[in-house]
């Protein structure tokens, strides 16, 4: 009942946009028999749309525009369109969260009914071709004008099948002046190495990002930091409590770890840095002598761990964590295992990417936005206040 509902409608829309565009050309004749230009000749070979409620039958006019290099193109049913919107989106998203090319055919039999042959594995083939080219675009796109306001960086390792190599693609999200994040800069490095880092915020350089961000969260990799001090050397640094916190409990015994977890907790959320050093001191002369490699990992980032305290605090949510790309990172580790990786170096960027631009259709803006301006303007916080003028 749907799909004849559906046929009947779509031929009395696409019948009534022929007669439309008749109609608009009824006075063109021709000059030496004076017969009109534009009239209707039949129908052209049925056709099947496949949509979600399954394939729909379509039999469309066919028009016969004499005049030269004139033609006339239907809006609603284009020439090789065999698919409604929706299941141009279905596709990608169905590859994106975790559906191997091999498992199409069944996965979209299922869903869609028997009328789904149309889509097959080969579809994926083609579409991630597509991506490639769209990725290398994007790696190309003007920066002029942006102003990235804070910046998150993080580096995944991946397994590619078609090489014995490893590689890390790097990856920064940034927040722009009106607290909109997004995916800033992707690309694939020999490691976390400092090279690669600064090789990638060249290019962000040389592609327009004049000016450079007020603070950049990230890990431990001494390689991102150092890049970052030649290439924006006033960006202030602020590493992840999240990693920070897991590192220091690798060093520590299972049975000291829940102790140790609440008092790193407490440590960075402190309504003010001078008791967020307090616990700190507490911390470390609780642990020092039994366990100095954990306060040694500790005390390694001593000046980066509280640096939020001098923004405001509504930003501190954001700026205490890479959270930004892990969470989004983690769905990309879950596609490729599914696939038990991609063909190549580039095909892994691509998918990387197309998950990456998905998930920013989700990310929220910035608590506190709105202070942003008073952060570019220069406005000293203290404890997440701003001091006053």
Known sequence: MLREGARRMLGQA????????????????????????VVRNGHLPQREILSGAGPIPVCQPRVRDRREGMKFTSAILPPYFRRTPSLEALIPTLYLKGVSTNDFPEALCAILGEGAKGLSASTIVRLKEV???????????????????????????????????????????????????????????????????????LDLKRRGLEAGPEVSVGDGALG????????????????????????????????????????????????????ALKVYEEFLALYRAKFPKACACLEKDNEDLFTFYDFPAEHWIHLRTTN???????????????????????ATLAMTHQLMMQAQKHWHKLKGHELIAKVIEGVKFVDGVAEAA
């Open 131 to 201: 991506w490639e080219k769209e990725y290398e675009a994007w790696q190309e796109r003007d920066l002029t004008g942006k102003r990235y306001v804070y910046l998150w960086a993080d580096g995944v390792y991946f397994n590619v099948r078609l090489t014995d190599e490893r590689p890390c693609v790097l990856v920064i999200v940034g927040a722009l002046e009106d607290g909109t994040k997004e995916l800033v800069a992707l690309m694939d490095g020999e490691r976390e190495s400092a090279l690669s880092w600064k090789e990638l915020l």
């Open 224 to 275: 991102f930091w150092a890049a970052l001090e030649e290439v924006f050397p006033k960006c202030r640094r602020q590493r992840c409590w999240v990693h920070k916190t897991a590192n220091v409990l690798d060093k520590l015994p299972k049975s000291l770890q829940p102790a140790a977890k609440a008092m790193l907790h407490r440590m960075y959320q402190e309504e003010t840095k001078v008791e």
């Open 14 to 37: 696409v019948e009534a946009e022929v007669a439309d565009y008749i109609e608009r050309h009824a006075g063109e004749r021709d000059a030496e028999t004076g017969h009109r230009q």
């Open 324 to 346: 930004p790309v892990e969470s989004t990172l983690g769905t990309v580790r879950h596609r490729h295992r599914q696939t038990k990786g991609n063909g190549s170096r580039l």
